[in-house]
């Protein structure tokens, strides 16, 4: 079983960095995708980035070049976000993807973290 735990939300100013951690407890791969939703009250999970087997981070249009992911081993995942706006202002969850050969495939969501981007 895997379980998935965000951390690093928190108020900042516009302009200001945050950085979210997020780590998965249970038999994680480094070819598992994780990535990062975020969501704002009535309204849907948006995307914002994921790792790719290359190394290479996807972003959203909205955060490119402001946000970064990374990936300190098979379990653990970070979000930089730097120049943080108030629309950046939401729940971010993060999510793991297990995708075995010869069997199903399994997506785990944490909680999610707040972050509030205000004067």
């Known amino acids: 079983q895997v379980q998935v735990g965000e951390s690093g939300g928190g108020s900042v100013q516009p302009g200001g960095p945050l950085r979210l951690s997020c780590t998965a407890s249970?038999?994680?791969?480094?070819?598992?995708?994780m990535g990062w939703y975020r969501q704002v009250p009535g309204n849907e999970r948006e995307f914002v980035a994921r790792?790719?087997?290359?190394?290479?981070g996807v972003y959203t249009d909205s955060v490119q070049g402001r946000f970064t992911i990374s990936r300190d081993n098979a379990n653990t995942i970070f979000l930089p976000m730097g120049s943080l706006k108030p629309e950046d202002s939401a729940v971010y969850l993060c999510?793991?993807?297990?995708?075995?050969?010869?069997?199903?495939?399994?997506?785990?969501w944490g909680q999610g973290t707040q972050v509030t981007v205000s004067s």
């Open positions: 999510y793991v993807i297990q995708a075995r050969t010869g069997g199903p495939k399994f997506e785990y």
């Open positions: 790792t790719t087997e290359s190394g290479r």
């Open positions: 249970g038999t994680i791969y480094s070819s598992d995708t």
